[in-house]
């Protein structure tokens, strides 16, 4: 019957066309940008319904929103708050979201051995980094010896949380953002979307690419406006933590917002490092905990993760990588 039996020279084809035509010539980019968990969010996808595109991006908004008001240390009703006033005198059930948050943060703890620690809120609560306060030595030795994840109390039955002891407070803020990008691309992939990106501060995922090129990311210069370099990547998750984004500046000591557990001080030895892992909340986590650990101590737990790369800079400003992207026979 040769290829016109397959009728694509009859005007099934030209029906095709003209019905194919009108949806790609209104796909395009659709963008939006809301202050939201103490950040920018960012929202980019591909589509080609307007009102469907706007929909979406308000639906990953409300959503990063939601974990927002469930998470919020700030905010007096969220559960985590409500955590903070409550767990040391009883167990406080919470939803189960935010129960495997904290239980999954808690094995970031235990793999770098206490490096990634939320408890760190004992101490981190006392510093407000806009206004310049950080604890007297007193105030912060004392809370320094409340930072220790083995002293939360987790039942995952009835997904309760208690502190061990009283004065032990804790924050999400190394990990929830990662989760709640995770959570606006799973709700666009479900939808069809092909093409996407959320950035939360130093947190962004891709979905897809940027039809038929890579996404161009840069990693922002720790002490300049500029970019250090910029990656081409796709459908993955690169997350930046840096000494530069919450501190204050005292006698030439930077105070910043990641806390090293074992110091009780700001960490101190890198002052960027971006990872790029398949998932956000990966990213995320493992950003700050390498930030905590160091090069040295930090590369040696992400060499041995195989699908995680790391890009460190210290002090001089030397960039340091995982061994996969400099070998790339390397896992
Ligand atoms: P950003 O919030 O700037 O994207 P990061 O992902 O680098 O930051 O995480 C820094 C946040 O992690 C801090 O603002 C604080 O909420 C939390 N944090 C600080 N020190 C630790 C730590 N040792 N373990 C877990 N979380 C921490
Ligand atoms: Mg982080």
Redesign the pocket.
Known sequence: MGVRGYGFTGYGFWLLLVWLIPAAAHARWFEQTQPIMGTRVYVQLWHEDAARAEALINQVMAEMERINQLMSPYLEHSQLARVNREAAQQPVAVSPELFELIATANRFSALSDG????T?ASL?HRFNYRKGVRPSPQQAKTARELIDYRQLQLNPDRHTVGFARAGMRI?L??IA?GHAVDRGIDLLRRAGVKHAIITA???SRLLGDHRGRPWILGIKHPRGESSVMKLPLENVAI?T?GDY??YFEVDGVRYH?????ASGDSARGLISVSILAPRSLEA?AL??TV??LGAEQGLKLINGMPGISAILIDHNGQITYSNDLVDPSAP
């Not at 490096?115 to 939320?118: H, K, S, T, V």
């Not at 917002?257 to 557990?261: F, G, L, Q, T, V």
């Open positions: 490096a990634f620690d939320i760190f981190g924050d803020g190394g953002k501060g130093g947190d997350s933590s984004e919450r917002h990641i806390i090293d557990p995320d950003s700050t930030f905590v």
